[in-house]
């Protein structure tokens, strides 16, 4: 982007020039520091840049003052430049709002008005003549009737020319799909493909809700069949929920024809878009949550009316902005928005779904904090049939948790189930000859979980007044508890303990639901997840690990310190670790991965036993990772003692033909399928010296171990560097 002074006008061989206007820009000024300001800058020449890509009679592009600015083109035909100018000012909205309105809630009004060059001698004449007439014609809107866009838009809504694609949402602990977005786009190849500028013009001619309807229909007819438990979510416009034409129920009609409950449809509404009568908004919106359909506040964060929305909504879902979820793993102010946002969403019983996940780095801290639900690119992109990705690999990304295998599994009991139709009356003959605070899981023909209920609720609702006249002839789908709290077998105890405290006072000592491949595994009671965790206490207070019962890091650190203070220059640390320990998880299961690391810890045990008198420490530092601490006239031949009894021993651990093969076949780290070697070990020796220290011993710890896992098979590397 250039001033106009630097440009030298010797002969002009453009024929318009496009004009372009941000309305109210001195309130930006005003209203914002120089580095946001800087940054609308820096988007101002992204929006060039593309569209001197994207238009190729686009030739220049000026800057008159803050928020002024003129393109030059070789556009001649007035058809063109007025499609032009409507594109651009596409563009600019988009970028420029976007970034905007997420910090003030505040829109910019892009004003786009053209002028043919007129032919004069004196170039800069001519130019401040066409200047002038394109600001002349400036506050007159640009006439859509006229635009090639508008032809396409009715050729569209009249052949119903959309395409729908669904992207899933996850359940994150569960590893289950929710259901699936609907994402409506235009023809390919044209300007009405983006979603933004379809549904943007739309709502300019007045078209909106002919648009939304057939999309909504094409949806609903791409996604049948359903399966039981899925939703289907649709994007709607607030002022599409007051249109008459809604109102008369053409979708439930199509959802009868189908045979989808109208409790399978969640109706997602974005705060980025407002609405004018709140009262006949938030009456419609009742009036569908009556008739079954589900309420989700889309993009959260990205404008000014959500909270106001959630608060008097209350709605089944809110989903989070992408925006909110960017870096969020080293942005310790968004991370503290998306606690505040779980911890109101479980006080109000309300599901959180985080969109935009798109790296291993997010969902791994998305993870951390219990999300619930989440969908983005690295989940899943969207497709045109309703795929569901195996997430079993993806979502075991949480490397931290899955070391520590103390999975909910491991305390997990059997229970009684049952289907959804069996009466009330015969679930009470069956609960009362349980112990008290018992429960039954309702499951589908499949064994996957319905719904829960427990024995203290039932009673309870028996015992009113009219209690059994009321429920005894009922469904067991009647009374059960739609949304207990289910966890995946291999969640760790410690998340499982935090989902159950997090949730309403009422549900505090329901039974916690154990699936495995979706299907029902089992249930964990409250009292034995309680207990667990008091035993993991005491384990913990000791600081040993409670898998091999080796000393944690807290004594690790205070055996290195003390032997620093005592002799540093007879200390020699070995740290080891399992390669390709992850990949025998994934394959293998957590429980023969636990099998793995309590024998690597038994091999440390007995070399420490063969040296005894040489005041040999061993430690476990988590997961697959162990220490071993002596001194360095000794470190070798252990470590090479270490290398070859682990080379003996690997085999056992696996079954007769991948022994035979010498590897295992799994996906990498990039999704691709590849051969993977049998686990081994890799060591790094590092030994101290006069100033050495625990971050000296971290650093030169991390670049021996990558020397290690360089050599094939069991290996070790001594350190000879100081820092």
Do not use: W
């Amino acid at each position: 982007m250039r001033k106009l002074e630097e440009f030298s006008f010797t002969k002009s061989n453009y024929s318009s020039l496009i004009y372009l206007e941000i309305d109210n820009f001195y309130l930006i000024e005003n209203l914002f520091d120089a580095d946001f300001i800087l940054q609308i800058s820096k988007e101002i020449e992204d929006c060039h840049k593309e569209i001197k890509d994207k238009f190729c009679k686009i030739k220049d592009f000026f800057f008159l003052e803050p928020g002024k600015f003129f393109f030059l083109s070789l556009y001649k035909d007035e058809e063109e430049l007025s499609t032009l100018c409507y594109q651009i000012k596409t563009i600019f909205e988009e970028k420029i709002n976007t970034l905007i309105f997420s910090l003030s809630g505040y829109k910019l009004d892009f004003l786009v008005s053209y002028a043919l060059l007129e032919q004069e001698e004196n170039i800069s004449l001519q130019l401040a003549k066409s200047l002038q007439k394109a600001k002349f014609h400036l506050k007159n809107k640009i006439p859509l009737k006229n635009l090639p866009f508008l032809k396409l838009l009715e050729e569209i809504l009249e052949k119903k020319n959309i395409t729908t694609l669904f992207q899933p949402i996850v359940n994150l602990t569960t590893n289950q799909v929710l259901g699936f977005e609907a994402l409506s786009r235009g023809p390919a190849g044209t300007f009405l493909e983006s979603p933004l500028n379809l549904f943007k013009l739309a709502e300019e001619v007045g078209l909106l809700f002919d648009l939304e309807k057939v999309c909504r229909e094409r949806a609903i007819l791409q996604a049948a069949p359903f399966k039981k438990e899925e939703l289907l979510f649709l994007n709607i416009h607030p002022r599409t929920l007051a249109d008459p034409k809604f109102i008369s129920g053409e979708t439930k009609k199509l959802l009868t024809r189908l045979n989808i409950s109208p409790e399978q449809i969640v109706f997602e509404i974005t705060e980025r878009h407002s609405t004018k009568d709140f009262r006949l908004f938030f009456e419609t919106l009742e009036h569908y949550r009556e008739q079954g359909y589900k309420i989700a506040i889309d993009d959260l964060g990205a404008g000014h009316n959500g909270l106001f929305l959630v608060g008097n909504i209350q709605p089944d879902f809110i989903k989070i902005d992408r925006h909110l979820i960017q870096d969020i793993e080293t942005h310790p102010t968004k991370q503290a928005l998306l606690e505040a946002f779980l911890s109101f969403a479980q006080k109000m019983d309300i599901n959180i779904i985080v969109e935009g996940i798109e790296t291993r780095e997010q969902l791994s801290f998305l993870c951390q904090l219990n999300v619930p639900f989440g969908q983005g690119y690295f989940l899943a992109r969207p497709n045109k049939e309703k795929k569901y990705p195996s997430l079993s690999n993806l979502l075991n990304k949480k490397e931290h948790e899955l070391k520590t295998n103390n999975t909910i599994e491991s305390i997990t009991s059997p229970v009684i189930s049952i289907l959804p139709q069996v009466k009330i009356k015969e679930i009470k003959k069956i609960i009362t000859k349980q112990s008290p605070f018992s429960g039954i899981v309702v499951v589908n023909e499949e064994q996957r979980p319905l719904g829960l209920i427990m024995s203290h609720h039932l009673d309870r609702e028996l015992s009113t007044y009219y209690g059994v006249a009321l429920y005894y002839e009922k469904d067991a789908s009647y009374l059960m508890d739609k949304n207990p709290l289910i966890v995946s077998h291999d969640t760790p105890v410690e998340k499982v303990a935090k989902l159950a405290m997090q949730r309403e006072q009422a549900k505090i000592y329901d039974h916690i639901i154990v699936v495995k491949d979706n299907k029902l595994k089992g249930i964990v009671s409250v009292q034995k997840l309680t207990n667990y965790l008091a035993k993991l206490q005491i384990e913990l207070a000791k600081d040993t690990n409670p898998l091999t019962g080796l000393p944690g890091n807290k004594h690790i650190h205070q055996e290195i310190e003390k032997r620093i203070q005592t002799n540093p220059e007879n200390l020699s640390i070995i740290y080891l670790d399992i390669d390709n320990f992850k990949v025998y998880n994934d394959i293998y299961g957590f429980s023969r991965g636990d099998e793995m690391i309590k024998g690597v810890a038994k091999l440390l045990k007995e070399v420490s036993q063969k040296y005894k008198a040489e005041n040999i420490f061993i430690g476990h530092i988590g997961g697959d990772d162990f220490v071993l601490i002596t001194k360095p006239s000794l470190a070798e031949e252990i470590a090479s003692n270490l290398c070859q009894r682990f080379q003996e021993h690997i085999p056992a651990f696996y079954n007769l033909e991948h022994q035979k093969q010498g590897f295992l076949q799994a996906k990498g780290r990039d999704g691709k399928e590849r051969e993977f070697p049998l686990a081994s070990i890799s060591l790094a020796i590092v030994n101290g010296y006069p100033d050495i220290n625990l971050e000296k011993i971290s650093t030169l710890a991390a670049g021996t171990k990558k020397l290690a896992k360089k050599i094939p098979g069991c290996s070790y590397a001594l350190n000879r560097r100081k820092i």
